[in-house]
């Protein structure tokens, strides 16, 4: 059985950093790109970041290219999203995100920028 659990968010202040993980089982995880989304209340879920399977380079939303970096550490089977130089729109509920056959999603884990 696929299981993504997502660890690492928390309250964090305008400029704060934090470090997102995402322990995966129930799979070849080398084998499977991987992403991070995102919700706000109120609205969509949006894709934050994504890194493929073995090597190739990782793709962005324009929002936080540059302050965020996705990673993933294949002996571990976890993936990371470190994100600096946090903002009040980060505010989201982040949710780990793979498609083996079918979509996977973590529970999700509450980022919560504010002073």
């Known amino acids: 059985e696929v299981q993504l659990v997502e660890s690492g968010g928390g309250l964090v202040q305008p400029g704060g950093s934090l470090r997102l993980s995402c322990a995966a089982s129930g799979f070849t995880f080398s084998r499977y790109g991987m992403s991070w989304h995102r919700q706000a209340p109120g609205k969509a879920r949006e894709l934050v970041a994504h890194?493929?399977?073995?090597?190739?380079?990782?793709d962005y939303a324009d929002s936080v290219k540059g302050r965020f970096t996705i990673s993933r550490d294949n002996g571990k089977n976890t993936l990371y999203l470190q994100m600096h130089s946090l903002e009040p729109g980060d505010t989201a509920v982040y949710y780990c995100y793979t498609h083996v056959i079918s979509d996977y999603w973590g529970q999700g884990t509450q980022v919560t920028v504010s002073s």
């Open positions: 890194i493929p399977s073995f090597g190739g380079t990782a």
